[in-house]
């Protein structure tokens, strides 16, 4: 073998030192856009641990399989059991599986709030270029986005079941719409209520339990009112009662400019009620922000 | 260009004042801050990230104004808080990529520089363990890591050292006086230890009831006295043995609190004598230094010739 | 006398054992109770102040148990970590109520002159709500010291406290153990115990590691050659003398000037220092013992 001619060995030492940075920096619209998916994503565990995906995605699990079912039997037994509509209504939906929606905002609403106030995290937010109101109301959006998808799923399974049931495509699209915006308002009620819960308490275990009893004291105590004053004969009461609950507000909404099938007691009657219900609503989303919007600006960074 | 430049910046609230026409000018490098009075700092620190304003007076920070500037200036500096300020749950990879995000990095960048950062500041495969489960310094670590790794232009480090047993302490100030002088990185760091900032900063400011006390480079604190700080051995007595023979021989020389021996300095000779007058003893020399004044000297002269109860 | 002695003192909670079999005598003067966080400082003191039971041995004042004996309390001010004040109370009415408790005879008097001590006089009719870090401080050490014990345990006295609060602290420990009483603090940071006491105890998780003068501890630690920094006219001459010299173990020429020296025998080597500096016509320019600081001794003692 021909040898070559003398090679020196040669190698290289790469500089691991510092590097600055020299590429884009985003603005605060792509920065609090990042920041609604990093919310959003958690919500539902993803981006985080194994053990806080459980939770949100059984409830989502069992948000579903109700739905499942029912477009199941709406499949298959339409002609034999003479349907031609959903079982049960979109706009019912959510108050009948008001307990795993609750559940989950209870859950979930301290996740996104309370922790960052627990851990006094908030300020290496506050030390960066997003600001104070800028970081609440995403962290609002992001819960009420993902209670939407939560709330909102299994009203699309159900469109699907319907349509694959031959149910009149119009009439439907029609009422899953209207669903879907009902889901919207209900979503962000809840958000509100607990967010601004979650603000208050920030002990997690506090703050979870706190929201489920703001939660469903508040449906059971309006649904006794409503069902005592109906008994009574004096609905008025009970109409009014209905904005104290969030369930039962929205679909108060939903039967005042939607005209779906009513799911509480006493639904709102004429417009003033449903205009007050409508306000009511408004009042509660509005509020819940500015509750939160006042309470951050306590925060000592 | 000045790194922070405030003009008669002023902040009180209800019950105390917490800046009072404050006048200060900090440069490159690594400025140490120190406080008589806990509301000054912090409240300072809040008016330069722009997160509160101004009673009256302004501030610029990297030219910009603070007032008006506020997410500007939060892009470009980082801010170690003094407080615990990390989740629990979160990894310290995780933890730094979402903030470096936070602070308006691409994605992809924010993971680069998360790594890169996180190798700085001394974390190994602990960073891809839960927060939860750190000791101090390796919070610490990651406190300053997240304030990196956007690469501000300034960096407002708030008691580092805080709760850091002495080899933490000691690692921390390196990496202190790294970002200063390595990275290039205008370092504002806040302690009650003196002697820290000492060791890690080119420029000292002291506050004092929310106004300037004094503003100088270290090395102005530290000037020497003029005087020799010898410490001999060999016998109990071997202190006021020299000490005798030092002023036998013409120099003036005093006791300087516990076996020292505090020695003017006369002339280039006064070192040769102490040495030799040691041999001649049959003495051990164990410390001969210049005697420096220390930060602390400046407390100790007060506004008004004494120390004054705070 | 009041001396504190600790014998053979363990005292463990389920498995953590956060004092492990210490001996240690307190005696007059200012004591620096040292160790890194979680070593057991503030259950020493906790155990000496008659807070805490030892699950083992015994810690008497004077030959007296201090656990369970009220006589013997009456001797101990204590000056706690936790900030546990009654923040309606103004300074007065705090350090009084403290008076009354230890069932002094006047306690209004006493609680002034234990205030005027602190230098509270003017500010002891404010809240306590609206005192400085360094004021509770004192106001806490008032009302330890309202029934002029002979002893004086103060647990982290100086944290957080800014440089002028820590100045006061000092100067006033000082005069505590220049009129005799038997001052012992805890800390875990170094810079605050050199100044105020050269007698230190260090304990490190749950044992004690080492006791007396810091700089006769380093002597002791014969395993570890010092370090010195030495700035000659001729440092190449001079590091070349030392080096055949048997004390010294090392020299290093540094980059910036100056010799690192290490030596294993250092009585020898600090007389064989100036003597060949002399014989071979070498200006010493700065001798510096480099771990002889308290920083270095502990870390020693951290470390072994």
Redesign the interface.
Known sequence: MASSPSETPSGVIHDLGYRPYGGPRLGERAVSWSFFRTGLRNTYGLGRSARSKVLPMILLGLMLLPALILVGVLVQAKDLLDLDEQIVPYSTYPLTTQLLVSVFVAAQAPALVSRDLRFRTITLYLARPMRRSAYVLVRFASLTVATFVLVAAPLLLMYVGGLLADLPVGRETVRFLEAVAGAALLAACLAGLAAVVSALTIRRGLAVAAVIVVLLVSYTVVSAIQGISLEAGHDGVGQVAGIFSPYTLVNGVQVFLFDVPEATATPPEGTAMGLLYVGATVLTVLGSVAALLARYRRVSP | MAVIETTGLTKTYP?VTALDHLDVTIGDGVTGL?????AGKSTLIKILLGLVPATSGGATVLGHDVASEGGLIRALVGYMPEHDCLPADVSASDLVVHLGQMSGLPYAAARERTSDVLRHVGLAEERYRPIGGYS?GMKQRVKLAQALVHDPRLVLLDEPTN?L???ARDDMLGLVRRIGQEFGIAVLVTS?????LERVSDHVVIL?SGRLLRSSATTDFLHATGSLLVE???RPDADKLLGQALVDAGLTARPAG?ALIEVEVRD?TT??VV??L??DL?????????RHHR??DV??E?VAGG???? | MSEIRIDHVSRWFRNVVAVNDVTMTIGPGVTGLLG??GAGKSTLIALMSGFLAPSAGSVTLDGAPLWRNERVYRQVGLVPEREALFEYLTGREFVVANAELQGLADPGAAAQRAIALI??SDAQDREIS?Y????RQ?IKMASALVHDPPVLLLDEPFN?????????LM?LIRTMGAEGRTVLFSS????EVEQVA?QIEVVVAGRHAASGDF?AIRRLMTDRPNRFVLRTADDRLLASVLLADPSVRGARLRAEGGIELEASDF?????V???L??EHGV???????TDESL?SV??YL??S
């Open positions: 019950r120190v406080g008589a009075n806990g101090t709760g047993d002495p080899a009650h230890l003196l002697g820290e004092d001999v051995q060999g516990g280039e070192r040769d040495r030799d040691t041999v049959g003495l051990g020399l164990v410390r001969m230094q210049d930060i602390e407390f100790r007060g120390v004054q109860p705070v | 890194p966080n230098e509270m609206t400085s870090k360094g004021m004192r957080g406290m800014d440089p002028r609060q820590r100045i006061h100067e875990h940071i170094l810079e050269r700089g009585g020898r080597f600090s007389q220092l100036p003597r500096a002399r200006r010493l320019l700065e001798v510096t013992p920083e502990f870390s951290v470390s």
